[in-house]
């Protein structure tokens, strides 16, 4: 998209009516998701790479993309997995396929978030003990964007997660163990040309993401934030000459953003990067601003037609 062009918020993942689910059963233990393909296999030996066999997790806005890659990983290392989606078939479609559960619904407003936490815990049969905060919105334009296009990007890129954290945390705590992962993205550490209200909230998410983790980590609170550059999802197809500019060349697909947690949670990794060059271009950020601001200038202008 041109510099001046809008993109509208689509809230594809995240908000919508709730519908009640049914109890999940024991998670299965004689097939595996392939990662690559999402395939459901039978295998031998799966005990050997169920690193979370009988973890209870809740992925939101994992009807499609990222959010599916995670809950067909997290299910291939045994877990227990709710999937959320505003859409309730495409949510229906991959629990059916892992062997999970289904909780469509709003995962951004106050009460959407503890009404799909209360029955997603009914349905695990037990307190959540890893809650992804996958859903976002792709909120384009700057200062001159709609004030419902910015609020509606507070309060899916931000304030879902603040609200999943005010329920989750007192448990967690009493008990000394829970794991918060949050779907960032690389515009949170860096930023994203021609989406101000993306970048901003993205800034927010992984900026509670960090608060979170420096106050309770020491009491058994794990953080993740996941950020990558461009992931071959829907939410890419919507970004424009911006996004065929910055992301395309070097998108990813979700799969390896799922690999790359798995990964990071074995490390106790709080900052996941899926792209590592994202780890160079922040360093730059924060030691040579005027140098990385420069450069970022030379991209807008490029899309501006005057580079």
């Not at 041109?2 to 024991?26: E, T």
């Not at 009988?54 to 809950?71: D, E, H, M, W």
């Not at 101000?196 to 020491?218: C, D, I, M, N, Q």
């Not at 070097?250 to 490390?267: F, H, K, N, R, S």
Request: hydrophobic content about 45%.
């Amino acid at each position: 998209m041109s510099a001046s062009s809008r993109q509208r918020a689509v809230p594809a993942r995240g908000r919508g009516a709730f519908r009640p689910v049914p109890a999940l059963p024991s998670a299965p233990t004689d097939r595996l998701v392939c990662p690559a393909d999402g395939v459901v296999r039978p295998t031998e030996g799966t005990a050997d790479v169920a690193a979370h066999q009988g973890t209870r997790v809740f992925v939101s806005g994992a009807g499609r993309g990222i959010g599916a890659a995670l809950a067909r990983r997290f299910a291939a290392e045994g877990a227990r997995v709710a999937v959320n989606d505003l859409d309730a078939d495409a949510a229906g479609a991959v629990a059916e396929e892992i062997g999970g559960v289904a909780v469509p619904g709003d995962a951004a407003g106050e009460q959407g978030v503890a009404d799909l936490i209360k029955q997603a815990t009914a349905a695990l049969g037990g307190g959540i003990e890893i809650y992804c905060a996958n859903a976002g919105v792709p909120t384009g334009g700057g200062p001159d964007a709609p004030e419902e296009d910015w609020a509606l990007a507070w309060d899916v890129n931000v304030m879902a997660h603040v609200r999943a954290a005010r329920i989750l945390l007192p448990e967690w705590l009493e008990r000394g163990e829970g794991r918060f992962v949050a779907t960032v993205s690389a515009a949170g550490l860096l930023t994203m040309v021609g989406a101000a209200p993306y970048s901003v909230t993205k800034h927010g998410a992984h900026a509670f993401a960090e608060w979170l983790s420096l106050t309770y980590r020491h009491r058994g609170v794990h953080v993740h934030a996941i950020c990558p550059q461009g992931v071959r999802t829907d939410m890419l197809a919507v970004t424009g000459e911006a996004g065929d500019l910055v992301l395309r060349p070097t998108a990813i697909e979700p799969e390896q953003v799922a690999d790359a947690l798995l990964a990071g949670i074995a490390e106790d990794r709080f900052l996941i990067l899926p792209h590592p060059e994202v780890g160079d271009y922040y360093a730059v950020r924060a030691a040579e601003p005027d140098r990385w601001l420069g450069g970022m200038n030379k991209v807008q202008r490029k899309l501006e037609g005057q580079a």
